[in-house]
């Protein structure tokens, strides 16, 4: 094996999405100030807010799987000017959906009910989805001033354009003769070429946006319309019969009974699982409450947990558990049945499926089921062409050998394929973009269980898609990361740096920082050959039961000349619940799980393919540090583990 697959431990497979850096335009004639618009509208922060319209359908603004740009109006039920112009927004909306944006039309306002919401729809003949802001989050963070306001917002959450649809009315009850202007339509065009509009703030006109007000705010919070829409969108995809989460809160009695445990988790952070901070950096798929929405649980709990009129509830959400979301798969393999027992050590266990290919193929997307939900809690996949996995399955009488064991060390995965957590769905990546998997190659599954308190079995399925045309660009793994480890006991901050700086020009698609029992918090940061910094990652909280993988929504371009630092500290002191040792003694780096490890994992694409073994040199020469991040001040050969690394990165190369 190659060194350039050596380092491919851990790191899986991410989405590669497409985005476009704009920047404002200039105002038009009617507009504010250029300084009120660039400060209070900079930012739209919408993106990652999950919303259902009055079908019930989740929607993720900003896209789900890939960035998307997006187009808002505001509309209201009883406004004649909003009325007037939906035959022009269904024609804005075909126009949208042909050239990449999400069109959305929204009702805001707690007079409205949600069937309200579907009647309206209904008699005017709407196609596109219509959010239903059941609670007001997203009129309260774009804060519209009339029905109808438009707004357009690009890949990377910038407001790009605030206002009118066009200048049909000059007034209210005055219609123009004759259109000039239409800014919307030219905003949607703009963003779609990555171009900012021409004008970015007109004053819109209609009837006066008056939800919300302060009156409005002391209504009774109810499980129909403020609390269905957040649980749908955010906890029902696990929190349901048979998925992993230990009750269901698919419905009203379900979820009254849990108010106060709900309101709890959430407030916490402990629900929904994600450890990373807000940030610059968006994310793929972030398991992120606002505070509005954090909020509005509390007050229901502390309310009594009224159920409320249900006209104002969304339609449950559907569920496809009979197929493949993305259709039938190229090749679906399931693990050999394993036994879990009622109570123990969380399990982490690497099984080996023959993949019985025929020729090589090229992977663009994997989807994952798990056997028995209640006890799966994340999965990573990997290829291996050497047939090491299949021997070390063969020492073990159990299907499969334990992972972050001595039996473990010596298998280096060929190719890194995906991977799965609760709510999680299949990973693609577009067009041209692949993995390569070789014939005959071994799929193995690295399963991590946690125990339920009853015994039982698992036998999960992993889908892999094949590409049927030609592939450009590969994605390849990069790695930061020390072995230069030994936590003293009682110290709770103990910090480890690596770092390197990119030979060649890469594209980031995506982070997962490893460590073990000790680890507690992880930090990602750039500078840029210009001497600017920007801060990629922060998990504030690390908990090696909850190994994300953070994809970027949208991925990141990082010059030749990037410096990449990564940085974690330790917790090795009583207090820490996972400490594996009491009283805690000396940690240093080892496989075993009661050792520890630093390590980045990324998936990157190379603007030139071709300098690949440049980028092995840095990634090798980052591991050449201490764990300071300084040139190391000794002898290798004194240092215990040395000579072992050494031979396992290079293992198979004649570079080293």
């Not at 985005?19 to 509208?41: K, R, V, Y």
């Not at 021997?391 to 159990?398: A, K, S």
């Not at 014939?439 to 125990?451: K, N, R």
């Not at 940061?525 to 039961?545: A, H, I, K, N």
């Amino acid at each position: 094996m190659q060194a350039s697959r050596a380092m491919t431990v851990f790191a899986s497979l991410v989405l590669f999405g497409t985005g476009m850096g704009i920047s404002l335009g200039a105002t038009g004639e009617d507009a504010d100030t250029p300084g009120e618009f660039s400060t209070t509208l900079n930012r739209a922060k919408v993106a990652g807010l999950r919303i259902t319209d009055l079908g019930g359908n989740i929607h993720t603004l900003g896209g789900a799987q890939e960035p998307r740009a997006t187009a808002l109006v505001f509309l209201d039920t009883g406004c004649p000017i909003s009325q007037r112009m939906l035959p022009r927004l269904g024609e804005l909306a075909v126009l949208a959906d042909g050239v990449g944006l999400d069109f959305f039309g929204v009702l805001s306002d707690p007079t409205i009910t949600r069937t309200d919401g579907m009647e309206y729809a209904q008699e005017y003949g709407i196609e596109f989805p219509v959010l239903f802001d059941a609670s007001g989050v997203l009129a309260r963070t774009l804060r519209p001033t009339h029905v109808p306001h438009s707004f357009v917002i690009d890949t990377r959450d910038r407001l790009c354009y605030s206002g009118r649809i066009d200048d049909r009315f000059a007034a209210v009850g005055k219609l123009r003769k004759v259109m000039t202007n239409h800014e919307l339509e030219e905003s949607i065009r703009a963003v779609a070429k990555g171009e900012a509009p021409a004008v970015s703030f007109t004053t819109p006109v209609g009837c006066v946006f008056e939800a919300w007000s302060p009156s409005s705010s002391k209504r009774e919070v109810t499980y129909h319309r403020d609390i269905a829409p957040i649980l749908n969108a955010h906890c029902v995809s696990c929190h349901r019969q048979g998925e992993v989460a230990p009750f269901a809160l698919q419905t009203y009695a379900e979820a009254e009974r849990r108010a106060q445990m709900v309101a709890m988790v959430c407030e916490t952070g402990f629900m929904p699982p994600w450890a990373a901070e807000p940030g610059a950096v968006r994310y793929q798929q972030e398991r992120r409450l606002r505070e509005e929405e954090i909020d509005l649980l509390q007050q229901w709990a502390q309310s009594g947990a009224p159920e409320g009129d249900p006209a104002d509830g969304p339609t449950p959400p559907q569920f496809d558990a009979s197929g493949w979301t993305l259709g039938e798969p190229d090749l679906v393999l399931t693990m050999p049945e394993f036994e879990i027992p009622a109570e123990g050590d969380d399990l982490f266990h690497y099984f080996v499926i023959p993949s019985e290919l025929v020729e090589d193929q090229m992977v663009v997307a994997t989807d994952f089921k798990a056997g028995d939900a209640s006890v799966t809690h994340h999965s990573i996949y990997y290829s291996d062409s050497t047939g090491q996995a299949r021997e070390l399955d063969e020492q073990t009488p159990e299907p499969g050998y334990p992972a972050f064991t001595s039996l473990s060390r010596d298998f280096v995965p060929s190719e890194a394929l995906g991977g799965w957590s609760p709510g999680s769905g299949p990973q693609t990546l577009p067009e041209g973009v692949g993995i390569p998997i070789q014939a005959g190659a071994d799929i193995i599954l690295e399963m991590h269980y946690h125990l339920s308190g009853k015994a039982t079995t698992d036998a999960s399925q992993i889908a892999i898609y094949f590409a049927d045309g030609a592939i450009q660009k590969i994605a390849e793994s990069f790695t930061l990361g020390t072995l230069d480890i030994s936590i003293p006991p009682n110290r709770n901050d103990y910090w480890r740096k690596a770092w390197a700086k990119t030979p060649v020009g890469i594209t980031l698609l995506d982070l997962n920082p490893h460590m073990h029992l000790l680890g507690k918090e992880a930090k990602v940061d750039v500078t840029y050959p210009d001497g600017s910094t920007e801060s990629l990652l922060w998990v504030s909280e690390y908990d090696f039961r909850w190994q994300d993988i953070y994809r970027c929504a949208e991925p990141i371009h990082l010059p030749a000349g990037t410096r990449l630092d990564f940085k974690v500290r330790y917790d090795n002191t009583s207090a820490n619940p996972s400490q594996p040792h009491i009283p805690p003694r000396q940690v240093v780096y080892g496989e075993e799980t009661n050792d520890e490890m630093c390590f980045l994992f990324c998936t990157v694409v190379l603007d030139d393919p071709e300098r690949i073994e440049e980028l092995r040199l840095a990634e090798w020469e980052g591991f050449l540090r201490d764990g300071e991040g300084n040139g190391w001040g000794g002898s290798w050969g004194d240092w215990k583990g040395w000579s072992e690394w050494k031979g396992w990165w290079s293992r198979g190369s004649d570079d080293l």
